[in-house]
């Protein structure tokens, strides 16, 4: 158990990435964030951090979930994207400013050495798989499947590229992404067959595109479901999904359970992703 640790860290660096566009912060979406090096003994892929600019007002609406990208020697590294207005703030987050970070928290993605392990991600859901190969003590058993709407030079893959096999799809178009998703489920019925594993991140419908197929094909499948995410905090319920019968407390089967407090990785096993959620819409 990592005990979650709160620290006021300054700003290295803060790196737009791709090209321009109208409707954010500069014109970019994309930023690559670094931030000194927090105190923590450890951390696991998979987890994230709670952010938010230091001096702001010590309300939970100013900090945002962030997923743990990296961390090296120079300091923590968060991947993001300008979303809505509410991400404008640390997109303008520069060099010497201050933040404050709550973490690392939550549940992390499995490591399994020597096992055949296949990466799933599509948009910003690449962001905690850099850290997952950089901290993977067998790397050559790990394969990326990325699939992207905005061009690749929006996202670091050139990066990850040194350290595991990565394959990136373009999945702008209606047939595009038909044919991400064909890849998609062909990788997974290999893994299958190999007695791999996979892991996925990105958003929602993504992932429940990954979760039926990994529940049909019986293939053990992590799913971080952190972009439902938006308190952090278990105060605003946007990030309830439902336990399945599989839930490891018999108790809390088929109940809610909110992204932020139990997870944001479950194995897709645990999850019911087609279940109604009491009080939405179903
Ligand atoms: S993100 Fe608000 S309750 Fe989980």
Known sequence: MISPVR???????????GHPSAGSSGGYRFYALTLERPEWKDWRPGQFIMMRPAGA???PQWARPFSICRVTSQGLVLFFRVAAPAWERFARLKSGDKVVVWGPL????????DTP??????????????????????????????????????????????????????DHT????????TVMREKMITYRQRGGICL????IS???????????LGLPTQLSLEQRMACGTGVCLGCVTVTSQHWADPAHAG???????????????DIDLDARIPGGKG
């Not at 620290?7 to 990435?17: A, G, H, Q, Y």
């Not at 939550?106 to 050495?113: E, M």
């Not at 699939?147 to 670091?156: A, F, I, L, V």
């Not at 209606?174 to 998703?181: A, I, K, Q, S, V």
């Open 255 to 269: 109940l809610p359970v909110q992204t932020c407090t139990s997870g944001p990785v479950f194995w897709a096993s």
């Open 206 to 216: 993504f992932l429940y595109r990954v979760w039926k197929d990994a529940v049909e």
């Open 7 to 17: 620290s006021e860290l300054t700003v290295s660096d803060n790196v737009p990435f």
């Open 174 to 181: 209606p047939e595009e992404l038909e044919y991400f998703h």
């Open 117 to 170: 392990t296949l990466l799933l991600a599509r948009g910003i859901g690449i962001a905690p798989f850099a850290g997952y190969a950089d901290k993977h003590p067998d790397p050559a058993s790990l394969f990326l499947l990325f699939g992207h709407t905005y061009p690749s030079s929006n996202y670091p893959t050139d990066a990850m590229a040194s350290r595991m096999e990565l394959e990136n799809l373009r």
């Open 200 to 203: 996925a991140c990105g958003p």
């Open 57 to 59: 007002a010590d309300s």
């Open 106 to 113: 939550g549940t992390s993605f499995d490591v399994r050495p």
